[in-house]
């Protein structure tokens, strides 16, 4: 077969097995994105909690 000749499967069979590997990889990095992104808005809820605590007081000591 022509094509077996040339190594045209194997240049194939090549480029798919780059492809998952890349693909495997960006898909480990958009884990971890995602991880630290959820700590990121972690720290801003508590951070969020913790100014409106604030501000109660403030407003309590106001009146």
Not at 40 to 52: L, N
């Amino acid at each position: 077969m022509l094509g077996d000749r040339v190594h045209v499967v194997q240049a194939f069979a090549a480029m798919i097995a780059e492809i998952q590997d890349k693909s495997r990889k960006n898909f480990d990095r958009l884990m971890a994105l995602g991880g630290s992104l959820d700590k990121a808005a972690d720290y801003y809820d508590a951070q969020d909690d913790e100014y409106y605590k604030r501000l109660r007081e403030l407003e309590k000591e106001a009146n």
